[in-house]
Structure formats: C-alpha cells, structure tokens
Antibody
C-alpha cells in the first residue's frame, strides 16, 4: 500500500491550492480516504473524509466551505482543493486510508509521507 | 463533540521501563472506535492499535490497549529505543468526526 502526496508549496493568503494523492497497492474503490494535517510543532487534525463510494464527504469545521475533497477512481487519485487559504492552514497534509472496507472509516491505517503547505504573504 | 484528553503531556522513562499513557474521552464512547498512533520526528504517524486493543500489522506485542468507561490506556512494556516518540489517540464518532488527542511525548530520561 502506498499513498504519495503532491502539490504542496508556498501560497499567499486568500489564494487556492490543489493537493493530489496517488494511491496504489489496494482497491481504491473499497476504502474511504481522508486528509489529515499537522501544523508545525502541533498535533494532528482531521480535515476531510470521502466515503468509499463517493456518496458522502465530511469536513472539519475549520475548513468547511473552503476545502473540497474528491477522488478519481480511474486514476486512483485523491484530491483536496483548498480555497481562501489562511495562515492557520499552514501544515503538513497527509493523505490516509480509512478502513474498514465499504464504510466511512474508523481509523487511518496507511499514511502518505505528507506535503507541506505554507500560507504566507 | 467528543474531546480526547491525553496525559501526561510528557513521560520521561528509560529503556526497559514500562510506559502507561492515558486518553480520556469527554463522554462515554464506543471502544471499537478508538485508535492509537505513534509518530517519530520527521515521519508520518503510524497506526499502532485500533478498536482499542487490536494491534495493527507488524506492531509488536509489547504494545497493548485497554479501556474502562471513557478512559483508554496504551501500555508499552519494556521500552525499546525506537519507542521514544509522540503517541496520539483518536476517536471516530457518529457526527461524523475524527478527533485526535493532543499527544503524549515519551522521552528518554
């Protein structure tokens, strides 16, 4: 199982950024997937989750209305569209798999290496 | 919203010691939805336990989990040098939401 994030970088406040996560080693359509972030020197914060069948998506209150999670089954890829970025969004963003299969996910068993997003003018 | 409070913030121990980490939920929760992670500096977190006490693939049996009501415990018997890290508990609820505790750092004394 592998999850590889890309798309991080430095972005000005108010601008947008799109993260991607290429997954392999498992049947993508069987699992919920999510984004979890970690601000520098801080703890972990769940950001967004999408169910295995794309029927449900949920967001943390801190990003609701600004971030959009999506998945491309044909390319085994997860995305996070981040709009109206703020300084508080500065963090390493991890792509994660959320078992058990065919559910919304209870925990996160495989993590990518993370991609750093820095929001700064 | 469920809040997870981990204690202590930092645990200073020596290799070979036993570590006991606590995670207290703000209300009664299902033990099937509680997980523990380990994170070392510069690395992504790693799943240790799910459903409170089930070890993830490849996790040695010196790691164990238990609970009593809203209190969850991660125990590490005989600390190895590679066990010094930060540990997080996490709960998934019906809101739905996936909440993490603030972490406990296990450092070398």
């Amino acid at each position: 199982v592998q999850l590889v994030e890309s798309g991080g970088g430095v972005v000005q406040p108010g601008r947008s950024l799109r993260l991607s996560c290429a997954v392999s080693g498992f049947t993508f359509s069987h699992y919920a997937v999510a984004w979890v972030r970690q601000a520098p020197g801080k703890g972990l914060e769940w950001v967004a989750v999408m169910s295995f069948d794309e029927s449900k998506e949920y967001y943390a209150d801190s990003v609701k209305g600004r971030f959009i999670i999506s998945r491309d089954e044909s390319k085994n890829t997860l995305h996070l569209q981040m709009n109206s970025l703020r300084g508080g969004d500065t963090a390493v963003y991890y792509c994660v798999r959320a078992p058990p299969r065919f559910s919304l996910g209870n925990y996160f068993d495989f993590w990518g290496q993370g991609t750093l997003v820095t929001v700064s003018s | 919203e469920i809040v997870l409070t981990q204690s202590p913030g930092t645990l200073s121990l020596s290799p070979g010691d036993r570590a006991t980490l606590s995670c207290r939920a703000s209300q009664t929760v299902s033990h099937t939805n509680l997980a523990w992670y380990q994170q070392k500096p510069g690395q992504a977190p790693r799943l240790l336990l799910y459903a409170t006490a089930t070890r993830a693939t490849g996790i040695p049996d010196r790691f164990s989990g238990s609970y009593s009501g809203a209190d969850f415990t991660l125990a590490i018997t005989r600390l190895e040098p590679e066990d010094f890290a930060v540990y997080y508990c996490q709960y998934s609820d019906a809101s739905p939401g996936w909440t993490f505790g603030q972490g406990t750092k296990v450092e070398i004394k």
